[in-house]
């Protein structure tokens, strides 16, 4: 037995396949079995030396029963960050099993923007426990942060800071950093801030610029009084378009009265950025921008079966326009064969529009400045397509059925399809926007029954005319 | 009229608004007045305080050919990093336009990466020119990185880095800093890398453990000897991951025979992060990933007009299956009505299906060890969504047309179509991805196809049978 646990889960840091990057599904067999089994000492072995971001991997592996088992026979040497690193689902469902000192005890071992990452999951009673059972000083950070609403800066930033009057010289701050115990001092920091009296931020200077001067320059002389900061209830989306535009790797958050209240640095960010384009991708496909790849099967059936149904109600408008045309298409069915080409084409159209909009719009490169050019220019590229998909499909439909007026119907259909799609592709997201509706999650809908819409409709009304049908 | 620049350009850093933080359209107006005046001097004046991050903004916001007047005007003042902050498009049309004393001048005060960034836009011919005209020590080091493949590490890294054998002390490495001239150490460093006499990376120290430590201590007892490091030739999104996963803001480079070459720092990853949400986004949308907003009407017209060819093909191969039932439609003209809704409501299924999955592969969420259960999980959605949703339509359906028979057709139909939605996205794109081929370009084509056919193939099979159509 022992023997078959040294083969099948090699000891430290393993935990990935070399060549693949990804988990190694042995590995996670023997996590499961040493769970089963309830040896703790074993499972300590085994997921002591990964990385707290190894751990998160493995836990979203196991199942859900699992889950808790790990961290309490981990006991003590389970590391709490690694719950920062998973899905919410998942956070909640371990969190729920766990006693509130053993989660007092983990929030005063994390950095304060873990903690509060995991405090948020909680409870708000059991949120209030946890932060009773913690010493006054770490009660009132975490909740500052706390109070910040969700998704600003407040709840992002990081509290364990250096800040120095700008007084001292490098050389006393050099002094100070060696004096202080590691664990009064952040994990690893590039700067230290410089602040007066009242802890309002006056500037800062970068670890390489204090090195580098001498022993007894003041630090009024080479801090950056300009540097750039964040107010703590600025979004945090807007907090990663300033990190991503500047390069900067981390920035001062400051309240009301431009008093230092902590700094965020940019692997928070790096998840920030992440996120925002994961939840973008997730509402372009018609996704609910919180579900997670291990949410349960009923949360995801409820979330998706909402989209749908609205999609439906949309297909059902489009439906009843051919509905309206239910005579000519008796008459020649030819037109219920092609009018969905007219539809799909326009509706893909109007999607490539569409989603460099809904891009622009998030990156911020489309404003009021260029709003006018790209607008025309995307006119003009579904007017040119059009011209060119009316000409092709019209020339094949003729074909198709052996009836010359087909290609005409078929052309004019087709043009004006795809330039009221161009149009509707940028206006609906730019619309959105200005509603301060998020333009990912709402246009693709509106703009495919746009091309639905103008696509049946204009198709089976030329043809009417076309053909005389009446 | 200075009257009127002071009021539509006030001095410096006002390129933004500052509620919105959206370019101001004066500003750029007041730039492209001065640009049209040939003032150099007032367009210092305005652009010489923007950040380069600012001056690429303002770039793109300029017609054409106000854009290699402007890099003229400013002259020396000009900062070629803005040059690394716009479209390829954009930065091909401008370095087109400047001689080759010029460039090599920029290059030469340029950090390595950007340099390389600008480099790699040129022709062959003028990059070997601009080398031609560098000190060979520049020269080799840029040419190394510009021989490493397009998104390698080797493109990516900075060379400019600071490296100490390991029997220094502490103090020594600050002496170090101290005594060498600012322009010879990077403009930001966060770290000393430790290397051997054949420069093998042997660790690194933060510089806050080098400022924590004693001035006598060696710095081989401070390093972190167990460092990640990547390859030369390393995928730049894999690089990313690692970032990513582990939150590092910093890994250094080495080459085959693990001699230190570079290192590359977040912000140049935030860029390659950014860069590949948004290629996926773009992919999705059936918008070519290279497609930037400042491209020409043409460029887009002929990107855009082949990727809608593909799904013209696509489109015909549904209608074809449409056309085979010809007959049958002519004697049931409701199904004509009725068929697009059983495909586009499979089609919005299967979408979501795929983008999660699309996603997932992406960020090496879905790996092998939980590939079973998420395909069991997604095909039993497509299922229960499909059973609920054909309910719904086969009432609706009966209703609409007072035809019972409607009802338990439209529902088998819809069962059937979004339960094989279900499964051909989430197929698609993992065996896509399997043979190497990027699920986000190549995936929703297929599967709506998938869903098109399906959809009219199994609903119109079915009523054929029910209503004994022949």
Do not use: C
């Amino acid at each position: 037995m022992s023997q078959d646990h040294e083969k099948s889960a090699p000891a430290d840091g393993n935990f990935r396949d070399e060549e693949t990057g990804e988990p190694r599904a042995d590995f996670v067999a023997a996590v499961e079995e040493a769970i089963a089994e309830g040896d703790s000492g074993h499972v300590k072995e085994l997921v002591s030396p990964l990385h707290e971001a190894d751990v998160g991997a493995l836990i979203e592996l196991l199942d859900h029963e699992e889950r808790p088992r790990l961290v309490e026979l981990m006991g003590d040497e389970f590391d709490f960050a690694a719950l920062t690193e998973i899905g919410e689902t998942t956070r909640e469902e371990i969190l729920e099993e766990l006693p509130v000192a053993t989660l007092a005890e983990a929030m005063r071992e994390l950095e304060s923007d873990d903690a509060v990452a995991i405090l948020e999951t909680l409870e708000p009673e059991e949120q209030a426990q946890v932060l009773e059972a913690l010493p006054a000083q770490e009660r009132i950070v975490l909740r500052r942060s706390l109070e910040a609403a969700e998704g600003t800066a407040g709840r992002l930033m990081q509290t364990t800071l250096i800040a120095v009057p700008p007084f001292w010289s490098a050389g006393e701050v050099l002094d100070f950093f060696r004096a202080t115990e590691p664990d009064e001092l952040p994990d690893n920091f590039f700067e230290v801030f410089v602040v007066d009296p009242a802890y309002r931020l006056l500037g800062t200077v970068f670890l390489d610029a204090l090195v580098r001067a001498h022993p007894k320059t003041r630090v009024e002389e080479i801090m950056q009084a300009d540097r750039r900061r964040v107010q703590f209830d600025e979004d945090t989306e807007e907090v990663a378009r300033l990190f991503e535009r500047y390069n900067l790797v981390s920035v001062p958050v400051v309240d009301e009265a431009e008093r230092l209240v902590g700094v965020i640095t940019i692997d928070d960010v790096v998840d920030v950025i992440q996120e925002a384009a994961s939840e973008e991708i997730k509402a372009l496909g018609g996704v609910s921008p919180d579900e997670e790849l291990t949410d349960s099967f009923w949360w995801i059936v409820k979330s998706r079966f909402l989209w749908l149904l609205i999609n439906l109600g949309t297909a059902f408008i489009s439906a009843s326009v051919l509905k309206t045309f239910e005579s000519q298409l008796q008459q020649m069915v030819a037109l219920a064969v092609l009018a969905p080409i007219v539809a799909s084409q326009g509706g893909n159209s109007a999607t490539q529009t569409m989603t460099v909009t809904v891009r622009a719009l998030a990156t911020r490169e489309l404003s009021r400045s260029n709003a006018l050019r790209i607008i025309m220019r995307e006119l003009a590229t579904g007017a040119f397509n059009g011209a060119a998909f009316g000409l092709l499909t019209g020339l094949v439909a003729a074909n198709w059925f052996q009836t010359f007026g087909l290609g005409p119907v078929m052309a004019l259909a087709m043009f004006t399809n795809l330039a009221a799609g161009a149009l509707g592709g940028i206006l609906v997201p730019m619309l959105l926007e200005r509603w301060k509706v998020d333009p990912a999650v709402a246009s693709g809908s509106f703009v495919t029954t746009v091309t639905d819409v103008v696509g049946y409709g204009s198709f089976l009304t030329i043809a009417t005319l076309w053909f005389r049908l009446g």
